[in-house]
């Protein structure tokens, strides 16, 4: 058992997630004893209580408790299997020296928490191909959510594409089946958001519930959120495809936002209530029939400026088989559409 630390931040080591820079230094340490260290403010930042997802900055004093020196034999990492490292390489869809991509498939979550085993985080040691390092991931997606998932290929590249996403160089198009066909067919949401409590040791069921905007700044924990939508094509009343963009990056944004206007997206069971048949009323997010009951939520297309050449780089991934299915079950064809369907250039 070691005793108390404090560490200074490296030079290299700013710009990332303090669980990862903790699991970096203490592998042998889980997640969720790191989680609970913060709650339990055991870990520290300059002095100051601190959440496992704050970002540290280079020069920053991390105070670390006394912790194990070995990990337990049950908590030994274990090797990535030739049938997992098959299925995430076939995933890839772009890249370089620099960076890579995947087509996440619908399912797999990105990282690790309670009871996932198998994770985009966790295969990453298969897509290390020439490199020594293995890529790190520099955003999301829900575990549901199939698409474009970008990965950086060193530190420094993941410090430019985490600040490009924060500061929202990079844009992000999302394709859904929705419940319902919405009015106006184009259109901005900007119902606030904030995390409604769920149950049981885990918080299961915690979801986001959506508010009025000029109730965001009174009510406590409630964050500003904007989706921008277009209606791509549409099956009379019943439902439709349509373009999401996340101007904000809010947890299950566009879920949420789907769902506060009436139109939830199809499959969605936490928002859009899963038992539900939709009947023209843009409400249930349960078609019935032939049409999968899995989420059909896409990350279509990522566009973001290559930290190294600066060049406009802009990935596009496949719908997952379950959505293939419904769009061809609806007649709705990708060639139909436009790239970015809310680029409109003035006519000359």
Not at 61 to 73: F, H, M
Not at 241 to 262: E, F, K
């Amino acid at each position: 058992m070691s005793g108390v630390q404090k560490i200074e931040i490296g030079e290299d080591e700013g710009e990332q997630r303090l669980d990862r820079w903790l699991r970096r230094r203490f592998p042998h340490v889980s997640q969720g004893r790191i989680e609970k260290l913060c709650r339990k403010g055991e870990i520290r930042l300059d002095g100051g209580r601190v959440k496992a997802a704050t970002r540290v900055e280079v020069g920053q004093i991390v105070r670390v408790p006394p912790l194990p020196d070995t990990a337990a034999p049950a908590t030994v990492k274990q090797a990535v299997s030739d049938a997992d490292a098959a299925m995430i390489q076939r995933a890839v869809i772009y890249r370089d020296d620099h960076l890579l991509a995947i087509n996440k498939p619908p399912g797999l979550p990105t990282q690790g928490g309670s009871k996932q085993t198998k994770h985009v985080d966790g295969l990453a040691d298969a897509l290390r191909f020439e490199l020594d390092e293995k890529p790190r991931l520099v955003h999301r997606l829900d575990k549901d959510t199939s698409g474009v998932l970008l990965m950086a290929r060193s530190r420094s590249i993941a410090n430019a594409l985490t600040k490009a996403f924060r500061a929202r160089d990079t844009r992000k198009i999302y394709w859904a089946a929705v419940a319902g066909t919405p009015s106006p067919v184009l259109g901005t949401i900007r119902f606030g958001l904030v995390k409604a409590p769920g149950h049981g040791a885990s918080g299961e069921g915690e979801k986001m519930v959506a508010i009025h905007p000029k109730e965001v700044e009174s009510t406590e924990g409630a964050k500003h959120a904007t989706t921008d939508y277009a209606v791509l094509s549409s099956l009379g009343t019943r439902a439709s495809w349509a373009a999401l963009v996340p101007v904000t990056g809010r947890t299950h944004q566009l879920r949420a936002h789907m769902a506060a206007i009436g139109h939830p997206i199809v499959g969605d069971g936490k928002y859009g209530g899963s038992g539900q048949e939709n009947l023209g009323d843009g409400w249930g997010a349960q078609l019935g029939g032939e049409i999968s009951r899995k989420l059909h939520l896409h990350a279509r297309s990522l566009s973001f400026e290559h930290p190294v050449t600066n060049t406009r780089v802009t990935l596009t991934a496949q719908l997952p088989p379950h959505m293939v299915r419904t769009w061809k079950m609806f007649d709705w064809s990708e060639g139909d559409v436009p790239d970015d369907p809310f680029d409109v250039e003035d006519e000359v």
